[in-house]
């Protein structure tokens, strides 16, 4: 028998983004490991967040694609330490995460 022990996979990218800032309200970046967003409290990304994200990746959805499936591994981590019973399905996260993204597939 053959067995490999594979490495654990390092850390994600740095949730820094979006990084617009105004300075009476914290930005709309994800509080860990709750990932609930710092400024509204909704489950991040929220709607701000989001809009955010595109409009500074408007140029760049490779890498708005890229920081945001590396962010969903880095909640999985997070969500499930903190609720490994309960915690969000791996497709509640792809669709929260990833799916609103700039190369998602229409539903038909
Ligand atoms: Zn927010």
Not at 38 to 47: D, H, K, L, V
Request: charged share 20%; proline share 14%.
């Amino acid at each position: 028998m053959i067995m490999t022990i594979l490495p654990s996979p390092g850390s994600g990218p740095e949730p820094d983004r979006p990084r617009y800032r105004t300075q009476s309200t914290p930005p709309h970046t994800p509080l860990r490991p709750m990932w609930a967003c710092r400024a509204c409290g909704q489950p991040w990304p929220c709607g701000a967040a989001r809009l955010m994200l595109r409009a500074e990746h408007d140029r760049n959805h490779q890498g708005l694609s890229i920081y945001l499936a590396g962010l969903m591994y880095e909640a999985m981590r997070d969500l499930y330490r903190l609720n490994p019973d309960s915690g969000p399905s791996p497709e509640e996260l792809f669709n929260r995460f990833v799916s609103w993204g700039p190369f998602r597939r229409s539903s038909s």
